[in-house]
């Protein structure tokens, strides 16, 4: 049953405009999917892909910091994608690495956005690991 809900939470977002789509129009969905395709292994992109949607809701940047890279070299969209998509895919294996102690979400928010990083002045990034979660529940159905 757990099998079947997980499926029909990764497939039913397919039915209507994506996210992205919806946030930023088709061209930078089509940027996202490319981002993804390259950046992410096969078998993870249906559980990662998600997760980046909702971190470009959650980070909410303008234009050349869309997803909270602040790297000077991801100054495009497709950039930014790209570097979180590879992001993501870099901390999964971290994770599964580390015995999978914490929910992903949580692991990733500790290495994407620390609370108590010099980069974090007015302490928002205490918020990420709420944001991204609630984003995601929204796009994926996951309560």
């Given at each position: 049953m757990r099998t079947?809900?997980?499926?029909?939470?990764?497939?039913?977002?397919?039915?209507?405009?994506s996210p992205i789509e919806k946030k930023d129009g088709k061209a930078a969905d089509a940027a996202f999917e490319e981002a993804i395709r390259e950046?992410?292994?096969?078998?993870l992109r249906e559980i990662l892909r998600p997760i980046v949607a909702a971190i470009r809701y959650a980070?909410?940047?303008?234009?050349?910091k869309e997803f909270g890279i602040l790297n000077a070299k991801a100054n495009?969209?497709?950039?930014q994608a790209?570097?979180?998509?590879?992001t993501v895919q870099k901390n999964w294996d971290r994770w599964?690495?580390?015995?999978?102690?914490?929910?992903?979400?949580?692991?990733?928010?500790?290495r994407y956005c620390?609370?108590?990083?010099?980069?974090d002045p007015n302490g928002l990034n205490k918020n990420w690991?709420?944001?991204?979660?609630?984003f995601y529940c929204e796009f994926y159905s996951c309560k």
């Open positions: 079947v809900l997980m499926i029909l939470m990764l497939v039913l977002p397919l039915f209507g405009q950046n992410i292994r096969p078998e980070e909410n940047g303008g234009a050349g495009t969209y497709r950039k790209g570097w979180c998509a590879a599964v690495e580390s015995g999978r102690k914490v929910d992903f979400i949580t692991f990733l928010g500790n620390p609370v108590g990083a010099e980069n690991v709420k944001n991204v979660t609630q």
